[in-house]
């Protein structure tokens, strides 16, 4: 049985909103992909316009709905802008999920990104029935490394042809945390 999380549904931390994608986000998502490099350790290619975001958050929310994917938007509580995004998607094995973020490039460094992965990871073990979470990053990011390590994963392997970018392969590390460490983390 998949979860039934509400459309409406909001997690706070202590300086951010996450809460379901909506089409006022489109702009700062499109103003992220500008930046130089923020797409490189992703998989997918940044849009040439901002209307090749609307079929992205259709499917989004679509996923959300299903029970498949949670992608939260990571917004400043008074302004509502966008800081970033973090989801969770349920893989094909059993109370296996896994997560991937980023932070527009205009907030990274600042903390928001740990402060959304605790919440995101304490929603996948106490409402999704998570019993391990996992997560991979581009062998260079080093920042995403340190945010999934201040979160309590560990490195479970390298991964040499995680996927392929510009027609090149990029090096992958992935990592995860089990429900009992998690939980001996956070007791």
């Known amino acids: 049985m998949q979860p ?108 928001y990104m740990t402060e959304s992965l605790i919440a995101i990871m304490t929603f996948g073990f106490e409402s999704l029935g998570a019993n391990r979470i996992e997560a991979s990053y581009a062998l260079w990011n080093k920042a995403s490394r340190r945010v999934l390590e201040k979160g309590g994963l560990k490195f479970v392997r390298y991964i040499p042809h995680a996927f392929q970018k510009k027609r090149y392969w990029v090096e992958a590390n992935k990592m995860e945390i089990t429900k009992p460490e998690w939980l001996t983390l956070n007791s």
């Open 4 to 111: 039934v999380i509400p459309l409406d549904f909001t997690m706070a931390t202590a300086r951010c909103l996450l809460r379901c994608p909506c089409a006022a986000d489109l702009p700062q998502v499109f103003s992220a992909t500008r930046c130089a490099g923020f797409n490189d350790g992703m998989q997918w290619e940044p849009p040439t316009t901002i209307e090749e975001l609307d079929e992205p958050l259709r499917v989004q929310i679509l996923e959300w709905a299903a029970g498949k994917t949670f992608s939260f938007t990571i917004a400043d509580p008074d302004s509502d802008l966008l800081l970033g995004r973090i989801g969770i998607r349920k893989t094909d094995r059993q109370a296996v999920w896994n997560l991937g973020f980023w932070t527009h490039p205009e907030y990274q460094g600042q903390g």
